[in-house]
């Protein structure tokens, strides 16, 4: 069947401003192609759908019940609905803590869907206009640029869709990241002069860590342009641990870069379904775009609960290909808060997440998969 149609149809929508009605009548059919095709070319993946009477061909009409699959499956199994030949890039998650990676094999099709998707909220987040980028990483080296990639690096790759120019300003030594400041300074008080907005992009633990603490801490500030933004993904694992929530976050790094705390924007996303990112609105909650739909599930019966109650999130998104990835279970605990646009017009599903599931333990399908697929994992997305 072809693999455009309705995902294309989709990706043609702008991120936000659609109603839930408008919404569901373009995502839903997309959806259903999508399934259709993994149900068709990946024989796990049907083995699951059969073993839960589902046929996407049939039509799907309650994205909460198309069958998903636990996120910790590409931890265990290589599971791809496209030839060996057709597989272009293998991302990597970082796995800090349980040492098993997911792994995610990405064809051509999902990775132009990806840049496709990743765009478009680029330009919603950033009022239409690229911009230079400074990264708060350190350069990756030449092996990055083989087939298989962290999903730091990918992330940090895809982010630059949305840039005219891009420096890094961290170093590595000895393993350690640290701050190049000479370099910070001199390309800030550039591109300050030069009168274009830019942006800092850089991995939340990294941004807090090696960037916004010890500035804080020296009492060092670097004064930026008021329309700058600062852009950062990734897991709060690391920062919990000190006892450092968002408000702490967001506060100090305005007040190191003389900034409002508005303009530090936290970006929601996962490795397995990359492409579609849930930034902050104004009023701090994540929403879920035209592109992919958010639920909250009881972590024991695996029931959608009502909107306010926490639970595992899942999230149901089109855009894979390469692989069976449309609908995933995290083991992310939050809430579904809002379902009406916020008060900057932000559309989409509202949610926030709230945890993390330490020993998620997903059922359900035990002799559809092999067992391990299905044993609790404590590997954070970090």
């Not at 991120?15 to 839903?28: F, I, T």
């Not at 350190?138 to 640029?145: F, I, K, L, N, R």
Request: with cysteine; glycine share 8%; hydrophobic share 40%.
């Amino acid at each position: 069947m072809p693999v455009s149609g309705f995902v294309d149809r989709l990706l043609q929508l702008p991120p936000y401003g659609l109603s839930r009605e408008e919404k569901e009548a373009a995502l839903a059919p997309a959806v259903r192609e999508e399934l259709t095709y993994h149900y068709e070319h990946c024989t796990a993946y049907r083995r699951w759908c059969e073993k839960q009477q589902f046929d996407p061909r049939s039509g799907v009409t309650d994205l909460a019940a198309v069958p998903f699959l636990p996120v910790n499956v590409f931890k265990r199994l290589s599971l791809s609905s496209v030839p060996e030949d057709q597989i272009v890039r293998v991302v990597t998650s970082s796995a800090t803590s349980s040492q098993i990676p997911s792994r995610v094999t990405l064809d051509q099709t999902t990775r132009t869907r990806q840049v496709r998707a990743l765009a478009a909220l680029l330009t919603y987040l950033l009022g239409g206009a690229r911009r230079p980028f400074l990264l708060l990483d350190a350069a990756p080296t030449t092996a990055a640029d083989g087939r298989e990639l962290s999903a730091r690096v990918a992330g940090i790759r895809g982010y630059l869709i949305a840039a005219t120019r891009q420096e890094y300003v961290l170093k590595s030594e000895d393993d350690r990241l640290e701050l190049d400041l000479p370099r910070f300074r001199r390309l800030a008080a550039e591109w300050t002069k030069a009168g274009e907005p830019f942006c800092l992009l850089g991995y939340t633990a990294i941004l807090y860590q090696n960037v916004v603490a010890p500035l804080w801490t020296s009492k060092e500030r670097i004064a930026l342009p008021p329309a700058t933004k600062i852009l950062h993904f990734g897991g709060w694992k690391r920062l919990r641990e000190q006892a450092v929530d968002k408000k702490t976050l967001n506060d100090r790094t305005a007040e190191v870069f003389g900034i409002p705390p508005s303009a530090v924007c936290d970006i929601y996303g996962f490795t397995e379904q990359l492409g579609v990112i849930y930034p902050d609105d104004a009023q701090g909650l994540k929403r879920a775009p035209t592109y992919a739909e958010v639920f909250v599930r009881d972590p024991r019966t695996l029931e959608v609960l009502p909107d306010g109650q926490v639970g595992l999130l899942e999230f149901v998104c089109p855009l894979p290909h390469g692989y069976p990835g449309v609908a995933l279970l995290l083991d992310d605990l939050g809430r579904v808060v809002a379902r009406e646009p916020g008060p900057d017009g932000m559309t989409g599903t509202g949610f926030e997440i709230v945890g993390r599931a330490e020993r998620a333990e997903i059922r359900g399908c035990g002799d559809t998969l092999p067992q391990r697929v299905y044993e609790p994992a404590t590997a954070k997305r970090d």
